[in-house]
């Protein structure tokens, strides 16, 4: 690329005059190539004799040749930039799709059809999460609603403290967490687990505290689960593991359907 030498390479011989000239075409090459000898000129508050004796003191054959050569310092700047930002967005869908396919690439069916056995046997389930898994909670526990599901989402402070002391052995609850280590869903899950009722964690795939208290575990891919100072850390895996967990629901809830109108005609 470019980097302007023929203007800055005899930069020290110029005059102070021409020196000035120099800065303002190394500063300003995109307004140059739009500019006229004179427009230039008056700019700088020069003569147009002044422009035209520094393009050929620099090399060039006149005015017309210096502006073709930062058009083309120009447009390799904003070709690079373009491939830059390309970049940029090609890592990003490249993070992605390693995330959902490694996340898909660690499921096991036997695990999907244990939790939608649990979530449509248990009494109530509770969906618990806080922070930036708040909106997956929602989304699933509403999901889950609609199948007919008896579903309950916890994320109030003093929800999830009264539910800890009355949790029943019928019922189930399901955390969600990416680190696995929040306290309140710890509080909740480890309360759950002492009271007999079923646990559910869905967390990244890291050895997170939660996954002590679960009777059963799901895990997505992350490249990191730390959220307590970054928690704009992406929840992808988290929204897989969910979605899988509700179309297999579905089909065991339909299928017991289907068994039930069967055995009544």
Do not use: W
Request: include cysteine; aromatic fraction near 8%.
């Amino acid at each position: 690329m470019m980097k302007l030498e023929r203007l800055t390479s005899t930069y020290n011989e110029l005059s102070s005059l021409e020196k000035k000239v120099v800065e303002y075409l190394t500063n300003y090459p995109e307004e140059v190539i739009r500019m006229t000898t004179r427009e230039l000129a008056e700019k700088l508050y020069i003569s147009k004799t002044t422009v035209i004796n520094l393009a050929k003191k620099l090399g060039f054959d006149g005015y017309t040749e210096l502006k073709y050569y930062l058009k083309n310092h120009v447009g390799e700047l904003e070709e690079a930039a373009g491939k830059s930002e390309k970049f940029v967005f090609r890592n990003v869908l490249d993070a992605l799709e390693e995330e959902v396919s490694k996340t898909l690439s660690i499921q096991q069916e036997e695990t999907v059809k244990e939790i939608a056995e649990i979530l449509t046997t248990s009494k109530t389930v509770y969906v618990v999460s806080r922070g930036a898994s708040k909106p997956f909670g929602s989304y699933l526990s509403s999901r889950l609603a609609m199948l007919k599901i008896r579903c309950i989402f916890v994320d109030d402070f003093n929800l999830i403290d009264n539910l800890s002391h009355n949790i029943e052995t019928d019922e189930a609850v399901l955390v969600i967490s990416l680190s696995g280590n929040t306290k309140r869903i710890l509080d909740i899950s480890r309360a759950a687990h002492i009271r007999g009722s079923k646990v559910i964690s869905l967390t990244s795939f890291s050895d997170s505290k939660v996954q002590q208290n679960a009777d059963i575990s799901m895990y997505c891919y992350a490249k990191t689960s730390e959220t307590e100072y970054n928690d704009l850390i992406s929840r992808v895996g988290i929204h897989l593991l969910i979605q899988i967990i509700l179309s297999y629901t579905q089909h065991v809830v339909e299928k017991r359907r289907e068994e039930n109108d069967t055995s009544f005609k």
